[in-house]
């Protein structure tokens, strides 16, 4: 019997659309704030070389999510980069250099690669939703009242059509749920009996059972939940985050958990973000609130390698073929 563990695989999400702007100019390749050897050996892997910051360099692999500062300054300082590979599939704390630098510098990003374990995620969120395990991991007595409704057979609204909500709706298969999809265009989706665009997200959300957001945060997207959303949904209905916090009014949010406009809120990512200490989700009987890790590091460094050696592959190329994740810089993601 083989003791080899599967992990989690990168997934490739596919787009026959052209490249927002000319094909980078190949050359070395700088991996910054801090080279791992892992994504080093990436770029090594794919052909690449790697080197320090300076005139010279054309790509540049971008590690750190948390400091777009940092990613400014290192393309003032090298403006012949042509190509940027950013971390996160999430990539509104760099849109203002996204927006600058869009019209001649190609960026990339994780979106898609880290399906498998964020979706693993909200799935456990919608199942402990659905099962009050919020309720049941603060109890301190033995409760008497039955509580908890079965996934299987439920109206599940899934929010956005990305990698993230594709494999979602794959792990939801075996419930034998019913999915809508709510995105952009209204282009089937496997796996979901319908597909609506964003603007008819009202005209669903009364059917729905359980809603899951895996949509990018855009100034459009923005708060897409609130107050309106919230009270034309089912009292039992839940609702699972694992986008951006902003994607929900929280105030709201905290008002419809209260109020019982909806039984349950799974949260890996809310806003504010940390949720301080004390806000009212900490202590909200319907919440449960992960502190956005729906993918750890351990998780998520060999999936970004492997977006790191496609993508350094294609910027080898030369041809702006096989770039995977491009960032659409009027879209914003």
Same mark, same amino acid.
């Given at each position: 019997?083989?003791?080899?563990?599967?992990?989690?695989?990168?997934?490739?999400?596919?787009?026959?659309?052209?490249?927002?702007?000319?094909?980078?100019?190949?050359?070395?390749?700088?991996?910054?704030?801090?080279?791992?050897?892992?994504?080093?050996?990436?770029?090594?892997?794919?052909?690449?070389?790697?080197?320090?910051?300076?005139?010279?360099?054309?790509?540049?692999?971008?590690?750190?999510?948390?400091?777009?500062?940092?990613?400014?300054d290192a393309l003032d300082a090298a403006p012949g980069v042509g190509w940027v590979q950013l971390p996160f599939a999430g990539v509104d704390a760099f849109a203002h250099l996204i927006q600058e630098h869009g019209d001649r510098v190609l960026f990339t990003s994780a979106k898609g690669a880290y399906a498998e374990p964020v979706a693993e995620h909200a799935l456990a969120l919608t199942l402990g939703a659905l099962r009050v395990l919020q309720k049941r991991a603060r109890a301190t007595s033995w409760a008497t009242e039955p509580e908890g409704v079965s996934l299987y057979g439920r109206n599940v609204v899934v929010i956005g059509a990305?990698?993230?909500?594709?494999?979602?709706?794959?792990?939801?298969?075996?419930?034998?749920?019913?999915?809508?999809?709510?995105?952009?265009?209204?282009?089937?989706?496997? *796996?979901?009996?319908?597909?609506?665009?964003?603007? =008819?997200?009202?005209?669903?959300? /009364?059917? @729905?059972?359980? #809603?899951? %957001? +895996?949509?990018?945060?855009?100034? *459009?997207?923005?708060?897409?939940?609130?107050?309106? =959303?919230?009270?034309?949904?089912? /009292?039992? @209905?839940?609702? #699972?985050? %694992? +986008?951006?916090?902003?994607?929900?009014?929280?105030?709201?949010?905290?008002?419809?958990?209260?109020?019982?406009?909806?039984?349950?809120?799974?949260?890996? #990512?809310?806003?504010?973000?940390?949720?301080?200490?004390?806000?009212?989700?900490?202590?909200?009987?319907?919440?449960?609130?992960?502190?956005?890790?729906?993918?750890?590091?351990?998780?998520?460094?060999?999936?970004?390698?492997?977006?790191?050696?496609?993508?350094?592959?294609?910027?080898?190329?030369?041809?702006?073929?096989?770039?995977?994740?491009?960032?659409?810089?009027?879209?914003?993601?």
């Amino acid at each position: 019997m083989s003791t080899v563990t599967r992990g989690h695989r990168a997934v490739v999400p596919t787009s026959g659309a052209p490249l927002p702007i000319d094909a980078p100019l190949s050359g070395p390749v700088a991996v910054l704030p801090e080279p791992t050897n892992l994504h080093v050996t990436a770029v090594t892997e794919a052909g690449g070389t790697v080197a320090p910051l300076d005139a010279d360099t054309r790509g540049l692999v971008w590690l750190d999510p948390r400091d777009p500062s940092g990613l400014e300054d290192a393309l003032d300082a090298a403006p012949g980069v042509g190509w940027v590979q950013l971390p996160f599939a999430g990539v509104d704390a760099f849109a203002h250099l996204i927006q600058e630098h869009g019209d001649r510098v190609l960026f990339t990003s994780a979106k898609g690669a880290y399906a498998e374990p964020v979706a693993e995620h909200a799935l456990a969120l919608t199942l402990g939703a659905l099962r009050v395990l919020q309720k049941r991991a603060r109890a301190t007595s033995w409760a008497t009242e039955p509580e908890g409704v079965s996934l299987y057979g439920r109206n599940v609204v899934v929010i956005g059509a990305g990698g993230i909500a594709l494999e979602y709706i794959r792990l939801l298969a075996p419930f034998d749920v019913d999915v809508t999809v709510v995105r952009r265009s209204a282009d089937p989706v496997d *796996g979901a009996s319908r597909t609506v665009t964003t603007d =008819q997200l009202d005209e669903v959300l /009364p059917g @729905a059972d359980v #809603v899951m %957001i +895996a949509a990018a945060m855009t100034s *459009g997207t923005a708060k897409l939940f609130g107050k309106r =959303q919230f009270a034309i949904m089912k /009292p039992s @209905a839940r609702l #699972v985050n %694992i +986008a951006r916090g902003g994607l929900v009014d929280t105030d709201s949010l905290v008002e419809a958990l209260r109020s019982g406009a909806i039984a349950a809120a799974g949260l890996d #990512v809310t806003e504010p973000e940390p949720l301080p200490d004390g806000h009212p989700l900490w202590s909200e009987p319907g919440a449960i609130v992960t502190p956005h890790q729906a993918d750890t590091p351990e998780m998520v460094a060999p999936l970004l390698a492997e977006r790191v050696r496609l993508n350094t592959a294609a910027f080898l190329g030369g041809t702006g073929e096989g770039f995977v994740g491009v960032v659409d810089p009027v879209a914003g993601y």
